[in-house]
């Protein structure tokens, strides 16, 4: 029996797995009714314990476009975390439903998930990790840029967040050269940085973390920011808004990328803070595409789970060029 797949963080899917989901996704987008491995309808839970529009709405439109019956549950309004055991939660669930996908603070809770369930558990962002976005990016990137290994991706800002340490994770497991750039004390923890380098020894890339935002943007293919108050940090907020201020993506910083350099951000966008409305509304930023992408590569990624979990036939499900 094949061993259930989960999504937790950006290196649990190898390099040629990444390859695979993204490709799978190119593929779903080109055709964005005809993959149905959901259908019957099963269910996929999706829970939230901290708000969301994009990740609830890409999910939800997701699973639907995969023939599967989409449940949306705000966790304060389950027993979820806080009224029975993660443990009990998931051997329950996983009689019900198909897929669970969590957004939620800890990611010891998602790793506790995960360890009593035999369907896919899939982070839809924790403090740690944020993964279904960086499939996300990368597709854009892929999209506008082509072949993924050997690019050089700069990131700015807080790179103690959740989307730094994504970043760098999904990006090398991809090949590409990351730099990160983000005031002393708010770089990436050590124990990021060296699971960073040990795939990054597999696919070929560079890793660069820095407190120079010019190192970082140098020769920059792709550049990359994020809010600089992640949820759970309201209270620091005062401070946090002058901390990072030598860090926010805005032309002077795109000068110093290559001219043809995109612009990521995951949203939702914080104007004139972590970058300025003339680079998050210019030329160069692809974050429309980056967001509808969310679709596509959750679709991919789901799709891709059950399959390798054995859960069903094939990522493509009931594909209608096979006759089903
Ligand atoms: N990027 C992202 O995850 O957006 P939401 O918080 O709106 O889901
Ligand atoms: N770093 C942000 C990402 C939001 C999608 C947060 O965790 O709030």
Same mark, same amino acid.
């Given at each position: 029996?094949?061993?259930?797949?989960?999504?937790?963080?950006?290196?649990?899917?190898?390099?040629?797995?990444?390859? =695979?989901?993204? #490709?799978? !996704?190119?593929?779903?987008?080109?055709?964005?009714?005809?993959?149905?491995?959901?259908?019957?309808?099963?269910?996929?839970?999706?829970?939230? #314990?901290?708000?969301?529009?994009?990740?609830?709405?890409?999910?939800?439109?997701?699973?639907?476009?995969?023939?599967?019956?989409?449940?949306?549950?705000?966790?304060?309004?389950?027993?979820?975390?806080?009224? /029975? +055991?993660?443990?009990?939660?998931?051997?329950?669930?996983?009689?019900?439903?198909?897929?669970?996908?969590?957004?939620?603070?800890?990611?010891?809770?998602?790793?506790?998930?995960?360890?009593?369930?035999?369907?896919?558990?899939?982070?839809?962002?924790?403090?740690?990790?944020?993964?279904?976005?960086?499939?996300?990016?990368?597709?854009?990137?892929?999209?506008?840029?082509?072949?993924?290994?050997?690019?050089?991706?700069?990131?700015?800002?807080?790179?103690?967040?959740?989307?730094?340490?994504?970043?760098?994770?999904?990006?090398?497991?991809?090949?590409?050269?990351?730099?990160?750039?983000?005031?002393?004390?708010?770089?990436?923890?050590?124990?990021?940085?060296?699971?960073?380098?040990?795939?990054?020894?597999?696919?070929?890339?560079?890793?660069?973390?820095?407190?120079?935002?010019?190192?970082?943007?140098?020769?920059? #293919?792709?550049?990359?920011?994020?809010?600089?108050?992640?949820?759970?940090? =309201?209270? /620091?907020?005062?401070?946090?808004?002058?901390?990072?201020?030598?860090?926010?993506?805005?032309?002077?910083?795109?000068?110093? !990328?290559? +001219?043809?350099?995109?612009?990521?951000?995951?949203?939702?966008?914080?104007?004139?803070?972590?970058?300025?409305?003339?680079?998050? #509304?210019?030329?160069?930023?692809?974050?429309?595409? =980056?967001?509808?992408?969310?679709?596509?590569?959750?679709?991919?990624?789901?799709?891709?789970?059950?399959?390798?979990?054995?859960? +069903?036939?094939?990522?493509?499900?009931?594909?209608?060029? +096979?006759?089903?």
């Amino acid at each position: 029996m094949a061993t259930t797949r989960h999504f937790l963080t950006d290196l649990d899917l190898s390099p040629g797995e990444q390859r =695979e989901v993204l #490709d799978l !996704a190119l593929a779903m987008k080109a055709d964005r009714f005809g993959y149905r491995p959901y259908a019957g309808p099963q269910t996929v839970a999706v829970f939230f #314990d901290k708000t969301s529009t994009r990740t609830r709405v890409s999910f939800h439109a997701g699973i639907a476009e995969l023939g599967g019956s989409p449940l949306i549950v705000n966790s304060a309004e389950s027993q979820l975390g806080h009224k /029975e +055991s993660i443990a009990d939660s998931a051997r329950v669930l996983e009689r019900m439903v198909s897929t669970i996908v969590w957004r939620t603070y800890a990611q010891s809770g998602l790793e506790e998930m995960a360890q009593h369930s035999k369907v896919p558990v899939i982070n839809a962002l924790s403090d740690d990790y944020h993964p279904c976005q960086l499939l996300a990016d990368l597709l854009t990137i892929r999209e506008h840029k082509g072949e993924l290994k050997g690019l050089k991706l700069a990131y700015l800002g807080d790179a103690a967040n959740n989307m730094a340490n994504s970043y760098l994770l999904a990006a090398v497991n991809a090949g590409m050269h990351v730099a990160i750039a983000g005031p002393e004390g708010y770089h990436p923890e050590q124990r990021i940085i060296a699971a960073a380098q040990l795939r990054a020894n597999e696919t070929g890339a560079k890793i660069t973390i820095t407190s120079n935002p010019a190192e970082a943007l140098a020769d920059a #293919d792709v550049v990359a920011t994020d809010t600089w108050v992640s949820m759970g940090q =309201e209270e /620091e907020k005062a401070e946090r808004l002058k901390l990072f201020t030598d860090y926010q993506v805005n032309a002077q910083a795109m000068a110093a !990328a290559k +001219s043809d350099a995109i612009v990521l951000h995951c949203l939702p966008a914080y104007r004139d803070y972590e970058i300025t409305a003339e680079v998050i #509304d210019g030329p160069q930023s692809v974050v429309l595409d =980056e967001a509808e992408n969310r679709v596509h590569a959750q679709k991919a990624l789901m799709a891709w789970l059950m399959a390798a979990s054995g859960l +069903s036939a094939g990522p493509a499900g009931a594909h209608r060029e +096979s006759g089903d």
